[in-house]
């Protein structure tokens, strides 16, 4: 069972950076495509950025495009999410995603297997 812990959220200011941490636990041997999907107040969970093995394939949502870095640390089993420019739009719980590496679009929720507890970020501006 693989199992994802989150880190790095917070109050931020607007204009700020950060880096999200997602820790990775029993995925053995397994390729995960890894992903993060974050669910503002009273809205529906959406992609933010993810990655697709073979390859990697790397995709962003419009929304972050141009200010998001997804990396993946394979030595220490973790996935970092580098948000810059933060605006109050960006204020949400982001959640960590895995799944065994498959050939279906990263932005699809229901396609993937593990998910995080969930960091809390809100930008104050």
């Known amino acids: 069972q693989v199992q994802l812990v989150e880190s790095g959220g917070g109050l931020v200011q607007a204009g700020d950076s950060l880096r999200l941490s997602c820790a990775a636990s029993?995925?053995?041997?397994?390729?995960?495509?890894m992903g993060w999907f974050r669910q503002a107040p009273g809205k529906e969970r959406e992609f933010v950025a993810g990655v697709r093995w073979p390859g990697p394939s790397i995709h962003y949502s419009n929304s972050v495009e141009g200010r998001c870095t997804i990396s993946e640390d394979n030595a220490k089993n973790t996935a970092y999410l580098h948000l810059n420019s933060l605006r109050d739009a960006d204020t949400a719980v982001y959640y960590c995603?895995?799944?065994?590496?498959?050939?279906?679009?990263?932005?699809?929720?229901?396609?993937?297997?593990?998910w995080g507890q969930g960091a809390r970020v809100t930008v104050s501006s």
């Open positions: 995603a895995a799944r065994p590496s498959r050939y279906v679009p990263l932005m699809r929720a229901e396609t993937w297997s593990y």
């Open positions: 029993g995925a053995g041997d397994s390729i995960l495509d």
